[in-house]
């Protein structure tokens, strides 16, 4: 036992020096955590859209249809730019970017209001960006609602007492309380940033790694020998402690700069983070089994990313996807990390109330564990005595094997 945690404490020393060494990774590790989480909240910032230029084309012409608008142009969502004569002209200014919709409200909209009847009015929005759609479609909800129950309560005023409104209804957001684009997705996105990074950073570790075999017959001078496990775990421990700095810095300060969502407490955020960096320090050491070279990491986390991302459940909610998607998403680190942070810093849960986030966090630390051991024992370290036989029969053998490889013989 006591050469386990030896061999485990070189092991650990040796990862924690070729991090610092590496600017590579330092980058990876660090840089990406201080700059993407800034990058991507300046982007979203401000949250909000307001005022979005509209064009109202009004055939009613009546005192009803002038409020109407007047009340569309007094909300913070929408703002009259022009009144057209006519949807032709109304097009035209859309098609000259004068303005990103258009309400129409037709000529019979006051007969057919004043005679009980439903009321039509037409919104045409420019959906090349939703929430012009969005904006748009708030604004004239909320107006024609609070309209159609201020002329029902004058009609029912002498039947009712005081002439109150029968029902009201009031907009409280919950969480998300300035209803911000930013407040909404950064929160998932965070961890994903934490993970992206070091899945970057361990696979270069690791091509860093396979070049020096190459260029020394199949050794690493800075290979300590060690036990499987003992490797295993000692690269975690070493992300594990690089990363406490990131993670507070991610998790817990940046949502304090630009204002977001913060109902949760610095412990409980750390506690949840603890087994999603264990998790994905062995996600990453699984997945460099198909890392041959420090580059190949672009290609294989860059494209990872955006799946990722749908995964989690921030663009399209994770119960309507198919059962195949759902339980590839159950097998990703950030899925649960993500959407337990969510309800902590959003839903100021506690983290007794994301009981099932955090266990399956715990058991992703245990499969992944597994994953990372077998691809340890039995991918690598067969590949490196494979390419020690080889050069110690042919000094040349591996550099002619990478010059193939790499289309220049």
Same mark, same amino acid.
């Given at each position: 036992?006591?050469?386990?945690?030896?061999?485990?404490?070189?092991?650990?020393?040796?990862?924690?020096?070729?991090?610092?060494?590496?600017?590579?990774?330092?980058?990876?590790?660090?840089?990406?955590?201080?700059?993407?989480?800034?990058?991507?909240?300046?982007?979203?910032?401000?949250?909000?859209?307001?005022?979005?230029?509209? #064009?109202?084309?009004?055939?009613?012409?009546?005192?009803? +249809?002038? !409020? =109407? &608008?007047?009340?569309?142009?007094?909300?913070? *969502?929408?703002?009259?730019?022009?009144?057209?004569?006519?949807?032709?002209?109304?097009?035209?200014?859309?098609?000259?970017?004068?303005?990103?919709?258009?309400?129409?409200?037709?000529?019979?909209?006051?007969?057919?209001?004043?005679?009980?009847?439903?009321?039509?009015?037409?919104?045409?929005?420019?959906?090349?960006?939703?929430?012009?759609?969005?904006?748009?479609?708030?604004?004239?909800?909320? #107006?024609?609602?609070?309209?159609?129950?201020?002329?029902? +309560?004058? !009609? =029912? &005023?002498?039947?009712?007492?005081?002439?109150? *409104?029968?029902?009201?209804?009031?907009?409280?957001?919950?969480?998300?309380?300035?209803?911000?684009?930013?407040?909404?997705?950064?929160?998932?996105?965070?961890?994903?940033?934490?993970?992206?990074?070091?899945?970057?950073?361990?696979?270069?570790?690791?091509?860093?790694?396979?070049?020096?075999?190459?260029?020394?017959?199949?050794?690493?001078?800075?290979?300590?020998?060690?036990?499987?496990?003992?490797?295993?775990?000692?690269?975690?421990?070493?992300?594990?402690?690089?990363?406490? &700095?990131?993670?507070?810095?991610?998790?817990?300060?940046?949502?304090?700069?630009?204002?977001?969502?913060?109902?949760?407490?610095?412990?409980?955020?750390?506690?949840?983070?603890?087994?999603?960096?264990?998790?994905?320090?062995?996600?990453?050491?699984?997945?460099?089994?198909?890392?041959?070279?420090?580059?190949?990491?672009?290609?294989?986390?860059?494209?990872?990313?955006?799946?990722?991302?749908?995964?989690?459940?921030?663009?399209?909610?994770?119960?309507?996807?198919?059962?195949?998607?759902?339980?590839?998403?159950?097998?990703?680190?950030?899925?649960?990390?993500?959407?337990?942070?969510?309800?902590?810093?959003?839903?100021?849960?506690?983290?007794?109330?994301?009981?099932?986030?955090?266990?399956?966090?715990?058991?992703?630390?245990?499969?992944?564990?597994?994953?990372?051991?077998?691809?340890?024992?039995?991918?690598?370290?067969?590949?490196?005595?494979?390419?020690?036989?080889?050069?110690?029969?042919?000094?040349?053998?591996?550099?002619?094997?990478?010059?193939?490889?790499?289309?220049?013989?």
């Amino acid at each position: 036992m006591r050469q386990w945690f030896l061999e485990m404490y070189r092991v650990w020393w040796r990862e924690f020096r070729l991090v610092l060494r590496d600017e590579g990774v330092v980058i990876f590790f660090f840089g990406v955590c201080a700059v993407y989480p800034i990058l991507y909240s300046l982007i979203y910032n401000t949250e909000v859209e307001r005022d979005e230029p509209i #064009v109202v084309v009004d055939d009613c012409r009546s005192q009803l +249809s002038r !409020r =109407l &608008a007047r009340n569309l142009d007094a909300t913070p *969502e929408v703002k009259i730019v022009s009144y057209a004569a006519n949807m032709q002209e109304a097009r035209e200014l859309m098609h000259r970017k004068k303005c990103y919709g258009v309400v129409y409200i037709p000529r019979d909209f006051d007969m057919d209001v004043n005679r009980g009847e439903q009321g039509h009015v037409s919104v045409y929005s420019d959906m090349s960006v939703m929430f012009r759609y969005k904006n748009m479609l708030m604004a004239i909800t909320n #107006v024609t609602q609070a309209m159609g129950g201020e002329l029902q +309560s004058q !009609r =029912l &005023a002498p039947f009712t007492y005081g002439g109150v *409104e029968l029902i009201e209804s009031r907009q409280v957001p919950i969480g998300n309380t300035g209803m911000g684009l930013a407040s909404a997705v950064l929160l998932f996105i965070l961890p994903l940033v934490i993970q992206q990074s070091m899945l970057l950073g361990i696979g270069m570790l690791h091509g860093g790694s396979i070049e020096r075999r190459r260029r020394n017959r199949g050794y690493d001078p800075m290979e300590e020998p060690a036990c499987v496990s003992a490797t295993v775990i000692g690269k975690m421990l070493c992300h594990q402690i690089v990363y406490v &700095a990131p993670v507070v810095y991610v998790l817990h300060f940046t949502p304090m700069m630009f204002d977001f969502p913060q109902n949760s407490n610095l412990l409980h955020s750390v506690a949840l983070a603890v087994p999603f960096i264990i998790a994905v320090s062995f996600m990453g050491q699984t997945l460099q089994a198909v890392v041959n070279e420090r580059e190949s990491v672009f290609l294989l986390f860059a494209f990872t990313s955006v799946i990722f991302v749908f995964l989690v459940g921030v663009s399209w909610p994770r119960y309507e996807m198919s059962r195949f998607w759902y339980t590839v998403g159950d097998c990703v680190p950030s899925t649960w990390m993500s959407n337990g942070y969510v309800l902590m810093q959003s839903g100021g849960a506690t983290l007794s109330q994301i009981v099932h986030p955090y266990c399956m966090l715990w058991l992703q630390c245990g499969v992944f564990f597994v994953l990372a051991y077998a691809v340890e024992r039995f991918v690598s370290r067969p590949r490196y005595r494979s390419w020690q036989r080889k050069a110690a029969a042919d000094a040349d053998s591996l550099q002619r094997f990478d010059i193939i490889k790499n289309g220049v013989g």
